[in-house]
């Protein structure tokens, strides 16, 4: 059985359009995050009020996380409290944003702040959907992750960044390594746009979906890149455009398999996992798209550019090559 | 060929068998993080106070030694409180250029005339908040390396709380709390330094104190309480240490702790040693003489610390003399246990929505590669298998990040083998027979997943060397996970292919 014939798209023809698209879901994303004041951190990142709630009987954790979520408190995080009978709820949530708490200046406003949160949250819970509530208590917790995580963090990233392009770079070519490396920073930031675009929060475990992100672009440009490299040894002939064209239309049955495989996997988390795995499985989503997309879109003409510029080929290239050429080898 | 084949098969088994053991049961193998499992809920406070004190105590000692340099006379410098020194008896005729001093050297500090030759010399209010807040921050810095140090991954380390000096710790599991507890608090604050007097059983028996000299408590080997009366100025302290390590004393087959000293400690060591030998140097832990051995000769920059330790003791200690002292002691305030960060409720739909998104991808190979699919299934099956025994193999903790990097894996192995089978499909639609179709197939594909699966893995080393937290656990699940796609994908899928057509002479086609 076989999902598509073969296919002589001529991928490079559309170079432009991609780039178009791709500059248009990053300004849109940039104009976004201006507009709401930077991306959303979580309670991750940020000060947080905590609150435990002691209820009559045994609270369910979902019934809560239902109440504060219609508070707006989309990454407030829900723990049992304590010795299972004594029916506690651990609810710690983000501060409150400077100007609900009425612009009050320095610690006063912190308070008030926590007080307004916290109260707002008892009021909810005294509502009665989660069960009868008997006492509780608040306190300021203070963000997860300091400065010195982020930064050691961003580092590790970048160094990662890095060793993948000269382990690319080594094992096929510079400019390869050059192609996934920019492919991949692209795919980040296209879906760091998604991610503000469709109001979703910044969290520990949404960074860990970004680096599965660039972990699968990876994977995916380096099938590609691969066939390139092999091509190029069986077609001495043809001019490179026309080998990343018949390398893309080889590999697009295995591309599209793989993606529909994988999108199907995570496309079950967005759709069943629940309220607070939702950020993280959007973002395996998109970028399970972004990722193949960017492949085909960014990587390969990255390489066939930055040829026609050493090489001056570019202009003979697109003239030489009317059509793409047959797959069939 | 039939022979190594078999072999190959009972390899496999053997595999497969030792991962069921390993894994058995998973309840008790697999270690749960906090955002899966939960874990415990402490509350500590930070004595800040402490900090404030030894700021106090150091800043007479180094301001009455420059005076004394700069031949500025004065009678004494007493400590009145926390941050409050008094200057008795101050030569007032050279007040400008202690002023001077003041305002270069301590301009956290006022100086103000107490009447009668007295000047005080408090910290401001200011600073000595900022001085708290450094603390508290600090605390929280080594209370992570202490964790670290203890294999703990990805607690949850933050402020707590409006004073301004508490501090939560959430720690993932209920293994050994006491033990967890006992090394968040340990304040580890190491001295070594020369022994005036002593010991004595009386500090009565001790020459009078001046201000140069204390009295330190030291148990003695018939089990009562000494004194020795040693120098106030530490010749090395905890900051010198480079490394520390548990190990035995040959000569009295008993557990010590090993340190050794970086450069500028080490140089500092020798002189001190050098220029005391034949003295006696106490080693000083939070305030208590463990031992106080006699300096034989110099000694560069390898030490011991001897006590009455047990071999437990000894590796805790050698772990909190690496991860460094508390700038002030901590006192637990509140213990509870947690519930996973995730919610039980989003386990439990998580979990759900993953076997389903898993059996869908599975059943869908198996729908369109009909019979070779059922490798691919086994191949990503018993990777899974090789992630999970390699998790409670090492006792790494799983927690959401590293299920991410579960999810990657799966996604190139679910790759490398469509990679695979599109290959074979294709190499036979050129008309080679099947059996040449897999060889010929298996082997074009070998240097695409190993360079895919190469690469992530070089970055899942990096993240693992230079990461903390969520950003190792998702390495590490990567790295298992790539080590064994690359096997599966590659050695297992093709021994069944083998093995089902090892059978037959002559295969005409291939379901797939």
Request: proline share 3%.
């Amino acid at each position: 059985m076989d999902i598509l014939g073969d296919t002589r798209i001529d991928w490079i023809k559309y170079r432009w359009w991609f780039a178009g698209i791709s500059l248009a879901l990053l300004v849109a994303g940039v104009f976004d995050v201006i507009r709401k004041d930077g991306l959303r951190y979580g309670i991750d990142f940020s000060e947080g009020t905590m609150v435990v709630a002691k209820f009559a009987e045994a609270p369910e954790i979902d019934e809560v996380r239902a109440v504060v979520n219609d508070l707006g408190y989309g990454s407030a995080v829900i723990q049992s409290y304590d010795r299972p009978e004594m029916n506690q709820v651990m609810i710690r949530v983000e501060k409150a944003a400077e100007d609900e708490t009425g612009g009050a200046a320095g610690q006063q406003s912190t308070e008030a702040g926590i007080d307004e949160t916290a109260n707002r949250i008892l009021a909810a819970l005294r509502g009665g959907a989660a069960g009868e509530l008997v006492s509780s208590s608040t306190e300021i917790v203070g963000p997860v992750v300091g400065e010195e995580l982020r930064r050691r963090a961003r580092n590790a990233t970048l160094m990662a960044l890095f060793a993948m392009l000269i382990y690319i770079g080594f094992r096929f070519e510079p400019v390869y390594g050059v192609g996934a490396t920019v492919a991949v920073i692209h795919d980040v930031l296209v879906t760091l746009a998604l991610v503000s675009l469709f109001n979703y929060e910044i969290s520990l475990n949404v960074i860990a979906a970004f680096m599965t992100l660039v972990g699968y672009s990876v994977n995916d440009t380096i099938v590609i890149f691969d066939r390139v490299r092999e091509n190029r040894h069986i077609h001495r002939r043809l001019d490179l455009g026309a080998i990343v064209n018949l390398s893309i239309n080889q590999t697009l049955r295995r591309t599209v398999l793989t993606s529909g495989l994988t999108l199907l996997a995570v496309g079950a988390l967005l759709t069943w996992g629940g309220e607070v795995l939702r950020a993280f499985s959007f973002v395996l989503v998109a970028g399970v798209f972004v990722g193949t997309y960017s492949s085909i879109a960014i990587a390969s003409p990255i390489v066939l550019w930055w040829r026609s510029v050493r090489g001056g080929t570019a202009a003979t290239a697109e003239q030489q090559r009317p059509q793409a050429p047959p797959v069939r080898v | 060929m039939a022979r190594r084949l078999r072999l190959k098969g009972v390899l496999l088994l053997l595999l497969v068998a030792g991962l069921v053991y390993v894994v058995n049961p998973p309840r008790d193998t697999l270690v749960l993080g906090l955002d899966l499992q939960g874990g415990i809920h402490l509350v500590m406070r930070v004595h800040t106070e402490d900090a404030v004190r030894v700021l106090t105590d150091e800043t007479a000692e180094q301001f009455a030694e420059n005076l004394d340099n700069q031949e500025i006379d004065f009678a004494d410098i007493e400590t009145e409180g926390l941050g409050q020194l008094t200057i008795l008896n101050l030569d007032e005729s050279r007040l400008r250029e202690v002023r001077d001093t003041v305002a270069f050297s301590w301009p956290g500090w006022d100086l103000r005339s107490a009447g009668g030759g007295d000047w005080s010399f408090n910290l401001r209010p200011s600073e000595e908040i900022v001085v708290r807040e450094q603390t508290v921050t600090q605390a929280m810095e080594t209370i992570r390396r202490r964790v670290d140090e203890l294999g703990v991954a990805e607690p949850v380390i933050t402020t707590h709380g409006n004073t301004g000096d508490q501090i939560l710790v959430q720690l993932p599991g209920y293994e050994d709390v006491a033990r967890a507890k006992e090394i968040i608090q340990a304040t580890a604050q190491l001295e070594l330094r020369l022994v005036q007097a002593g010991p004595a059983l009386d500090e009565a028996a001790l020459p009078p104190l001046n201000s140069s000299v204390e009295n330190i408590p030291t148990e003695l080997p018939t089990g009562a309480i000494g004194y020795y009366q040693v120098n106030r100025v530490a010749a090395i302290t905890g900051r010198d240490l480079r490394n520390a390590r548990q190990a035995i004393d040959f000569q009295t087959n008993t557990p010590n702790v090993e340190f050794s000293l970086h450069a500028e400690g080490a140089s500092r060591f020798r002189d001190f040693t050098g220029a005391n030998v034949g003295r006696q140097m106490a080693i000083v832990l939070d305030d208590l003489a463990v031992s106080a051995p006699v300096i034989q000769s110099p000694i560069y920059d390898q030490g011991q610390i001897t006590g009455n330790f047990t071999v437990d003791e000894a590796v805790d200690l050698a772990l909190v003399l690496r991860a460094g002292a508390l700038p002030a002691s901590l006192e637990y305030q509140e213990e509870r246990t947690v519930g996973p960060s995730l919610g039980a409720d989003s386990i439990r739909s998580g979990v759900t929505a993953s076997l389903a998104g898993l059996a869908g991808v599975l059943l869908f190979i198996i729908f369109y590669y009909r019979l070779s699919g059922m490798n691919a299934v086994v191949a990503l099956l018993l990777n899974l298998l090789i992630l999970v025994g390699a998790m409670a193999y090492f006792a790494a903790t799983l927690t959401l990040p590293g299920i991410a990097g579960v999810i990657l894996t799966i996604g190139m192995g679910v790759d490398a083998n469509v990679l695979i089978f599109e290959r074979i499909k294709e190499e036979m639609r050129t008309g080679k027979p099947p059996r040449t179709a897999i060889s010929v197939g298996f082997s074009r594909v070998f240097w695409t997943i190993v360079d895919a699966n190469m690469t992530s893995l070089v970055a899942a080393a990096i993240l693992f060397q230079f990461g903390t937290g969520p950003v190792q656990g998702f390495a590490v699940t990567l790295s298992i996970g790539l080590v064994s796609n690359v096997f599966t994908a590659m050695f297992v899928s093709r021994y069944i292919f083998d093995l089902v057509l090892s059978g037959r002479r002559q295969v005409a086609a291939l379901s797939i």
